[in-house]
């Protein structure tokens, strides 16, 4: 019953470096979503995939991208990593894309990211 | 621009004790509003649903109230047991930020044996 699954746990990359968070779905859903948590901001929405196919940005989508591999699969790629870009990243999937229907949302258990 | 606010931003208080945690938001536009836990080092998971024609829903020792009109919600926390320590996020999902969530940054909340 793994849900969402999130790679890697922890990272630590240097200014400039590049990586990619990987997170995989086992639900069938058809939305997925990565967020960003940091004290005193909450969680930020920084790209979403309504369906496989589509992704869209959020609400700070600056310095990353994404990829909707397959409908299990949606990364987060850092291209030249920042100190700013200090985060815990989580990874979330639902049945639909519009919360307004009362989809239920579903998260990874996140990933530690520390840029120096 | 929603913006949602909780209050306290941390709360200790002894087991058994009934408690209450507050969730503000500023655009009453809102399609429903959703009410997570956050253990350490862990995801966020969704404990309670509000649609927005709803005034409240219950789940266990959890009750969660909805006042759309003024911008409000609390959670009711019956009986606090130590295992209910964690922090509590509130969401709205609004009618005009495309749908999607719009989250507080949380209460946490720690309840002593």
């Known amino acids: 019953n793994a849900g969402v699954t999130q790679t890697p746990k922890f990272q630590v990359l240097k200014t400039g470096q590049s990586m990619t968070l990987q997170c995989a779905q086992d639900m069938n859903h058809n939305s997925m979503y990565w967020y960003r948590q940091d004290p005193g901001m909450g969680l930020r929405l920084i790209y979403y995939s309504a369906s496989e196919g589509t992704t869209d940005k959020g609400e700070v989508p600056n310095g990353y991208n994404v990829s909707r591999l397959n409908k299990r699969e949606f990364s987060l790629r850092l291209e030249s990593a920042a100190p700013s870009q200090t985060s815990v990243y989580f990874c979330a999937s639902s049945t639909g894309p519009w919360m307004s229907s009362g989809n239920t949302i579903y998260f990874g258990e996140g990933s530690w990211l520390t840029v120096v | 621009k929603q913006e949602v606010t909780q209050i306290p931003a941390a709360l200790s208080v002894p087991e058994g004790e009934n408690l209450v945690l507050n969730c503000s938001f500023t655009d009453s536009a809102i399609y429903n509003l959703q009410w997570f836990r956050q253990d350490p080092g862990k995801g966020l998971t969704s404990l309670l649903l509000?649609?927005?024609?709803?005034r409240e829903q219950t789940s266990g020792r959890l009750n969660a109230s909805l006042d759309k009109s003024s911008g409000r919600s609390t959670l009711y926390i019956a009986a606090s047991q130590p295992g209910d320590s964690a922090t509590y996020l509130c969401a709205v999902t609004g009618e005009t930020s495309g749908s999607r969530l719009t989250f507080g940054e949380g209460t946490q909340l720690t309840v002593n044996p």
């Open positions: 509000i649609q927005s024609s709803q």
